[in-house]
């Protein structure tokens, strides 16, 4: 995946994503949903976690990697040329490193919880503003919020790229017959690419 613009779109198109960190020399992790920010100062990423969350402890300061994943599929040898082949697995993912600041004050919890609310439901930011302080200081007391600072970015699109035209047309044919909606979108991920590379092959994609 070739850009830093593609793998922020990939990641504002994905952006359920995987959140790990250390804590005493174990790897722990939470899947939830970020805001991905563009700002002239860097790149950051915007989200909470329950208070309850064990992950939560110590995380302010913290180098995390957060994992996005999108469309993947298993890839069977019988849609290749050569029978001396084996078995593979197609998939997109971007993983994102960076660092962990905690919000400490109310007004960047409530900034973190109302840039979530902007990007996947702004419709409902009528019904939080009518919302009691009393409420919302409450449901902030049960969350951590915090931003992360993105300092490297690593994109990988696997899509059976190294095989020959013939051997990709059988595979997206085969992903888009499918009757799963991952292979499915694992199929017009592949068609896009492939259009976007032959209009461009320097393009990113």
């Known amino acids: 995946m070739a850009g830093e613009s593609a793998k922020i779109s990939f990641m504002k198109r994905h952006s359920f994503a995987c959140m790990v960190t250390f804590q005493q020399g174990r790897a722990v992790a939470t899947h939830i949903p970020f805001v991905v920010q563009e700002e002239d100062t860097g790149l950051y990423l915007v989200s909470h976690m329950a208070k309850a969350n064990l992950q939560t402890d110590d995380l302010h300061g913290q180098s995390c990697l957060v994992i996005f994943t999108g469309p993947h599929a298993y890839i069977s040898p019988q849609h290749y ?38 990007y996947y439901e702004p419709g409902y930011q009528a019904q939080w503003s009518s919302l009691s302080a009393r409420f919302k200081a409450g449901m902030l007391a049960g969350v951590v919020a915090f931003r992360i600072a993105i300092h490297a970015l690593e994109g990988q699109e696997k899509l059976s790229q190294n095989k020959s035209y013939t051997e990709q047309q059988r595979i997206e044919n085969s992903l888009a017959g499918s009757d799963l909606h991952e292979e499915k979108a694992l199929a017009d991920y592949m068609k896009s690419y492939r259009a976007q590379q032959a209009s461009n092959p320097d393009k990113d994609v």
Request: one cysteine or more.
């Open 81 to 118: 040329e050569r029978i001396e082949s084996v078995p593979t697995w197609d998939y997109v993912a971007v993983h994102a490193y960076g660092m962990v600041a905690v919000c400490e004050s109310v007004e960047e919890k409530i900034a973190n919880v109302e840039s979530m609310i902007d």
